[in-house]
């Protein structure tokens, strides 16, 4: 059901070429009236992450998307930080992936994960995503989720995308590829971050 969106945001940017996270946000942008707009349907040039933190590469997408369109511009970086890695991947998630064509191979980056972890006892892990959104009269918003848990071996199920077959939220049994979108919302890092843009710009 469509709520009254009140809010000054009618059409957003949505700063992605990820067809993962552009399925995720339009399913959340959904019921509040706003239009999500990708920024792969624009062509939009995506700038090179070259931030020390989800945030600072967060505004720097979200800034490039709302400068080359005039229009307010929402970016997400996000990512998993493994306890026994020191938070690696990190803002690294994507790069881990990468092969040397520019195609990514999270099969592979997986393995990656699962050999460094080796025998380590502490499996715990959390995906973070930071949101920035930035408007065309210069306001900067930024939002994080968190959603904790832990990493098992092998991976498991074929929905939901990037590391999802691995990682298992607090509480649950199933990987995040192993729910449905709809369930993932309930727990996603995304979803709660979010959830804290929705409290903060539209209500
Ligand atoms: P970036 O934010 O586009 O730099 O990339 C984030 C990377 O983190 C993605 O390419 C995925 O590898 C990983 N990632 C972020 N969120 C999720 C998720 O919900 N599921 C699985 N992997 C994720």
């Known amino acids: 059901m469509e709520m009254a969106n009140k809010s000054i ?17 339009s399913r959340l942008f959904a019921p509040l009236g706003v239009e999500i707009i990708a920024g792969s349907a624009l ?22 998307a709302c400068k080359a369109t005039g229009l307010p511009a929402l970016a997400d970086d996000s990512g998993l930080c493994v306890t026994a890695l020191k938070g690696a991947p990190g803002i690294y998630s994507a790069r881990w992936a990468e092969q040397a064509d520019g195609q990514k191979d999270f099969a592979k980056a997986m393995a990656k994960l699962h050999r460094e972890l080796a025998d380590s006892p502490d499996r715990s892990a959390a995906f973070v995503a930071v949101l ?8 900067e918003h930024l939002f994080e989720g968190r959603a904790e848990g832990h990493i098992i071996w092998p991976p498991r199920g074929d929905q939901g995308f990037g590391y999802d077959p691995v990682f298992m939220a607090r509480g649950s049994t199933k990987t995040f590829a192993e729910i449905s979108a709809q369930e993932k919302q309930n727990f ?15 209500t």
């Open 132 to 139: 920035a959104l930035v408007t065309p009269e210069g306001q």
């Open 43 to 64: 062509d939009l040039e995506e700038p090179e992450e070259t931030g020390n933190s989800f945030a600072d590469n967060a505004l720097l997408k979200a800034r490039a």
């Open 9 to 25: 945001f009618k059409k957003i940017i949505l700063a992605t070429h990820n067809q993962g996270k552009i399925r995720e946000f």
């Open 188 to 202: 996603s890092h995304r979803a709660k971050a979010f959830h804290a843009l929705q409290e903060a710009l539209f």
